[in-house]
């Protein structure tokens, strides 16, 4: 079964607002979340990242929003940007697997000129 | 829900020795799997798309004869690694391609392998 869930296959906004990509995990051992951003014909690009000991982490556009009694995580881009149009992946791991991914089904986004 | 397995989950295996990784969609067919290896700062780059019943197609700078893909059926591709060398040692993950009835694609990931070459 899907342990983490990506429920929207897409997104759109408009630029220089706020996206928020949404994602839920079923699975209380996880401890570390990732997100990725994929470009069509190349790997997923590691974008940000949070421990489970934290409920934010801030890069530049990019927050991550932990929060683990919803089993829940969203990452937001503000202002969002044209170049920011990809399909994002968010992805979940405990450290007892050594690094193995759980990833969820990605939602695409589009943000409009 | 859709759920792709990777076999084995972790290996360790000494220099010139060849190791199979398989990949495997449990509940869907899947016509495109494809096979991605993780480099420092955990980005996925992209190795090759396996096709059911044709041969791989590899990306630039990526060895076809050291990196042997067999896409046997709609649910399973296997990846060798052969004459590993330490430098292969990384995290190997796979993912397939799901496609629903109104044609709209949607890719599983596998949870990854952990290939350490001694």
């Known amino acids: 079964d899907q342990q983490v869930k990506q429920n929207s296959p897409s997104l759109s906004v408009q630029e220089g607002r706020i996206s928020i990509l949404n994602c839920d995990y079923t699975?209380?051992?996880?401890?570390?979340f990732l997100w990725y951003k994929k470009y069509p014909a190349e790997g997923p690009t590691f974008l940000i990242s949070i421990s489970s000991i934290k409920d934010k982490n801030e890069d530049g556009r990019f927050t991550v929003f932990l929060n683990k009694s919803a089993k829940h995580l969203s990452l937001h881009i503000v202002p969002s940007q044209p170049g920011d149009s990809a399909v994002y992946f968010c992805?979940?791991?405990?450290?007892?697997?050594?690094?193995?991914?759980?990833f969820g089904t990605g939602t695409s986004l589009t943000v409009i000129p | 829900g859709a759920v792709v397995s990777q076999h084995p989950s972790r290996v360790i295996c000494k220099s010139g020795t060849s190791v199979k990784i398989e990949c495997r969609s449990l509940?869907?067919?899947?016509?495109?799997m494809f096979w991605y290896r993780q480099f420092p700062k955990q980005s996925l780059m992209l190795m090759a798309t396996?096709?059911?019943?044709?041969?791989?197609?590899?990306e630039q700078g990526v060895e076809k004869d050291k990196f042997l893909i067999n896409h046997a059926s709609l649910t399973l591709s296997t990846l060798t690694v052969t004459s590993a060398h330490p430098e292969d040692s990384s995290f190997y993950i796979c993912s397939a391609t799901r496609s629903d009835r109104r044609g709209t694609d949607t890719q599983y990931f596998g949870p990854g392998t952990r290939l350490t070459v001694l």
């Open positions: 699975n209380s051992m996880f401890d570390y």
């Open positions: 509940d869907f067919q899947a016509t495109t």
């Open positions: 396996s096709n059911e019943g044709s041969k791989a197609t590899y």
């Open positions: 992805a979940a791991s405990w450290s007892n697997t050594g690094n193995q991914f759980y």
